[in-house]
Every structure is written in C-alpha cells, then in structure tokens.
C-alpha cells in the first residue's frame, strides 16, 4: 500500500470510529429521553433526525470508503452500488436540509414576541413532519441518476465523465449530463446553506441584542430558558459554520473537477473527506453542547 493509500484509509477510519460512535449514543440518549418523557422538543426531534441522516451516511460512504482504501472491493455488485451511492447522497442532501430547519427552527424560538418570525413557531411545530417528508423526497428525487448510471468496477478503460468511487462508478452517458448533473447538486446546496447563513446571522443578531440588553444584569436574575435557548442558539450557529466550511471546500473542488478533464487522486479524495466530515463532526459538537445529553450520560 504507498503512502496516499494509507493516509486515506487512517483518515476514513478516524471517521468512521468517531462518527458512528457519536451518532449512536446522541441517538441513544434522545431514544432514552422519548420513552421516559413520553415526548420530544422539536429541537431534539430535529437534532435526532439529523443524527440518524449522519449515521447512515458514514455507513453507507465511510465504510465502503475505508474498504477502498485498504484494497478490499470483494462484494460491490452494480445493485450494491446503486444502494450505496443513493443512499449515501440522499442522506447528505438531508443532512444539510435538517441543518437548514434546525437553524430556523432556533431562528423562530429566539426571535422576540413582536417579531413576525414568532409567529410562525406552532406552524413550524405542526409541519415538522410534512417538511422532513417534502425532504426525504426532494432528494431522493435528486438523486435519482445514481440509480441510472451508477454500476461495480469494471476492468475498462474509464472515459472522463466517470466518477470512480474506488468502489463503485459513475458512469454517465455523456459530458453535458455529467455537468448537469453537478450543477444541479451545486445550486439545491448551495441554496440551503445561503438560507441556513442569513438565519444563523439573525441568531447572532438576536444574541448580540439580547447581549446589550442584559449587560450589567447579574447573570443569576437571567431566566433558567433564556439561557437554554442562548446555548442552543450558540449549538446552532457552531454546526451552520462547520457545515458551511466543509460545505465550501467540499464544493469548491467538485466545481473544479467539473471544468478539468484530468483530476489528480489526491484532489478527489480531499473532497471525499471533507464531503463526510460534518457527519462524524456534528454528533460531537452536540455532545459537548447540549446540556440534556450531557445529564443522560453523566447518569
């Protein structure tokens, strides 16, 4: 195995034993809390949702990437590949989609009484199911070309509209669907970060306002819930820039491979990483943060 290879596979296998990890005891506290509590916040709804995306796309990219890299391709048949691949893009299309609704979710619960946005809250509350339906199928209507071109390695010279996942390929029938094909993943994307950016600049708005207001209070006369939406507000805006960090390098890359013929390995596989990253990140950031996980697993 050369060098490349083996700082890939450490890489993808740091991921893998962080993220999966993470997801599943986030997960498992919120479980916990549903069958003790009878009921979950919306927030923790979201959060648990989201966590659940994450997890199925570490299984469904960071394993098969961690086999790649260790030379070990045995059991990818072309019905495997189309699985991995769709499920793997759906889930990160609804990873940045949950992101988006837990920040105006956040941006909703903070804003003042006299605030429009406030009053959107029981709205946002009752339509919280239909909005992760509506989702679940846009992207999964989005994805629907790595079902069409997506088939097992083959021995064959590849043509420059292949995306070889060293598992699995893409394969599309011609450059112009190739390019499409990008750019249409780019702009649904790119659309949800740029609103998931303008709420988490209201929430940092409302934060310095409310900042100001409360400056020279004793921190004891703040209300135990103006606190708590205050740390769920900083969660929030914390995973929106990570995600947005991760988001640009990420995309940066893949528009450069959109208009080059020939892309180095190395390239690819930076993007790779930084397409996964958010998932093992994210679960950590919430543990860290969220004060009702921190009590289950205390206990």
Not at 55 to 80: H, N
Not at 202 to 230: C, D, F, P, W
């Amino acid at each position: 195995m050369d060098l490349q290879n083996l700082a890939k596979a450490v890489a993808t296998l740091l991921q893998n034993m962080v993220g999966i990890p993470a997801n599943l005891t986030v997960l498992g506290v919120f479980v916990h809390v549903a069958r003790t509590e009878r009921r979950l916040l919306p927030t923790d709804a979201i959060v648990s949702h989201l966590v659940s995306v994450n997890l199925l796309l570490i299984l469904t990219r960071g394993i098969p990437q961690s086999l790649s890299a260790l030379d070990y391709r045995g059991f990818y048949d072309s019905a495997t590949c189309k699985f991995l691949i769709f499920t793997y893009r759906t889930t990160r299309a609804m990873s940045i989609s949950l992101t988006f609704v837990l920040s105006a979710y956040q941006c909703i619960t903070i804003a003042p009484a006299s605030s429009r946005l406030s009053r959107l809250k029981p709205w946002l509350y009752r339509c919280l199911l239909p909005l992760n339906l509506f989702f679940w199928l846009l992207n999964g209507g989005t994805t629907y070309t790595s079902i069409l071109y997506t088939s097992q390695v083959r021995n064959t010279t590849l043509s420059t509209n292949t995306l070889n996942l060293g598992y699995c390929l893409v394969v599309f029938p011609s450059e112009e669907s190739y390019f499409a094909n990008g750019v249409m993943y780019l702009t649904r994307d790119l659309f949800f970060v740029i609103l998931m950016v303008l709420a988490s600049f209201y929430i940092l708005l409302l934060l310095y306002r409310h900042q100001r207001r409360v400056k020279g209070l004793q921190s004891s006369n703040m209300s135990q819930g103006s606190r708590a939406e205050t740390r769920a507000a900083k969660t929030v805006v914390t995973l929106v820039t990570l995600y947005v960090l991760f988001f640009g390098i990420d995309n940066l890359i893949w528009a450069y491979t959109l208009t080059t013929e020939k892309v180095p390995l190395l390239m690819n596989d930076v993007r790779v990483f930084f397409s996964s990253l958010y998932a093992s990140v994210c679960p950590v950031v919430v543990i860290v943060s969220n004060r009702k996980v921190n009590r289950r697993l205390s206990c």
